[in-house]
């Protein structure tokens, strides 16, 4: 109906009310007043309260590195025995630094071995391990290469003085020979939850693994060891009765796990009883295993596979074979990365928003990156951009948990939250 049509109605005529009406209305004004829907009652008008000022947007979360100690000589570790507040710097050419709790690099090595390992290739002084009894027994592990490029383990006590290792105590864990190539040593120690000694050891070396190492159980090449190693008479350690190859023909029972080609850095978390591996590639993909600690005889597949794709073959059996749970791919002329650098799960107490992280690098390119690995599954993968810190051969892990990145350069930087 158009609005003329409304103008030109004639006006209704006026209504009679009856008594009725007229109390019906007086009531119904009554219960509106009492609700407080009327307009002339004494109740005020109930209004909705505002809504509470959005929170400020958090500020985001993010990591730095901030350097605390320099002059070293290509550190590969940095490592210390529970409850100890001084940090052990473990440099490639043969000695052991001590980082003081006040920041100050000491003159004096813990231990200098200079002059009885080989630094040949890719060889050194790579590892070391404090017994989780450490503080009642002075023990500690080493791993390097001697004189003549094998892999040596050896146990070391301290001296009286605890800022100094007595290098006269030195007994032979295992002698672990080398071919002829000088590189692919491996070269992690590391104790388990369960208190046996874990070593990681390189395929041999040459391309593609030359002598067939890694799936081979005869050799000690290639593979995750597992020595026991709380023994006072030779030999100095025993096969844990558990292993997985214990007794049987043909195979060495210290074989924990196998398939590895060069497994440079690995790393408990006992918060989640899980292992993780990182294995350097040959040309192609660089891997992170995770497993559980409980795992055995897990084959993680080389040189069947390098990483996630099959080696030199478009048609390889991946049976029986524990593949990685991530991996990336170096690129042409490797724009991504040469070689991985396995660090450690973050479980620290300065930086919680991080916690449960696992934190890797590359050798080449020197990234800080972390991811989460739960239920099977990687997540919240992420570039921490800290800037070109150089080579990055290895991460660290004090006693409380904080990390650390070493550059080939000589200097040790801390993860902090970033100012």
């Known amino acids: 109906m158009m609005a003329d049509d409304l103008n030109s109605r004639p006006a209704p005529a006026a209504l009679a009310v009856s008594p009725a009406s ?11 007043a009492a609700c407080g829907g009327g307009g002339g009652g004494s109740s005020p008008p109930v209004t909705q309260p505002a809504p509470p000022p959005p929170e400020p947007p958090k500020p985001a979360f993010a990591l730095a590195v901030k350097e605390v100690a320099s002059g070293l000589s290509t550190p590969v570790l940095l490592t210390a025995p529970a409850g100890d507040t001084r940090r052990f710097i473990v440099e490639r050419p043969g000695r052991i630094r001590i980082l003081s709790s006040d920041g100050t690099l000491r003159s ?10 080989s630094t040949d290739g890719e060889g050194g002084l790579l590892s070391m391990a404090f017994h989780p009894a450490y503080a ?5 592990y080493i791993y390097y290469t001697d004189k003549f490029s094998n892999i040596a383990i ?3 006590k301290v001296s009286a003085d605890t800022n100094v290792a007595d290098a006269n105590s ?6 672990i020979p080398h071919p002829t190539y000088t590189n692919h040593y491996g070269g992690m120690l590391a104790f388990g939850a369960d208190g046996y000694l874990y070593a990681g050891t390189g395929d041999g070396g040459g391309v593609g693994d030359p002598s067939g190492n890694a799936q081979n159980l005869d050799s000690l090449l290639g593979k995750l060891l597992r020595l026991k190693v709380d023994n006072v008479v030779a030999p100095l ?21 196998y398939g590895l080609r060069n497994p440079w850095r690995f790393a408990f978390d006992n918060s989640s009883a899980s292992l993780y591996l990182t294995d350097v590639g040959q040309a192609s993909k660089e891997e992170v295993d995770v497993v559980p600690t409980s795992l055995k005889a897990a084959n993680f597949g080389w040189n069947i596979m390098e990483g996630s794709s099959c080696y030199n073959s478009t048609s390889c059996s991946q049976q029986g074979l524990t593949l990685p749970i991530f991996d990336y791919d170096l690129g ?23 916690a449960g992280r696992y934190l890797y690098s590359d050798y080449c390119k020197g990234f800080l990156k972390s991811f989460q690995y739960a239920n099977g599954a990687v997540s919240e993968s992420k570039d921490w951009a800290v800037g070109d810190i150089g080579k990055i051969p290895s991460f ?15 200097k040790v930087y801390q993860i902090i939250r970033k100012p």
């Open 332 to 354: 042409v002329n490797n724009a991504n990365g040469c070689a991985i650098t396995g660090g450690f799960v973050y479980r620290g107490s300065v930086l919680p928003e991080l």
């Open 108 to 117: 004096t090595a813990f231990l200098d071995l200079s002059g009885l390992i």
């Open 136 to 140: 009642q027994n002075g023990r500690f």
């Open 237 to 257: 350690y025993n096969v844990p009765a558990d292993n997985p190859f214990v007794g049987q023909a043909g195979k060495r029972g210290e074989i924990w796990a």
């Open 154 to 156: 050896d146990e070391v």
């Open 22 to 32: 007229t109390l019906a209305a007086t009531l119904m004004a009554a219960l509106l």
């Open 396 to 410: 660290g892990q004090d006693a409380a948990g904080e990390l650390y990145m070493l550059s080939e350069s000589g």
């Open 170 to 175: 030195l007994k032979r864990i295992i002698t």
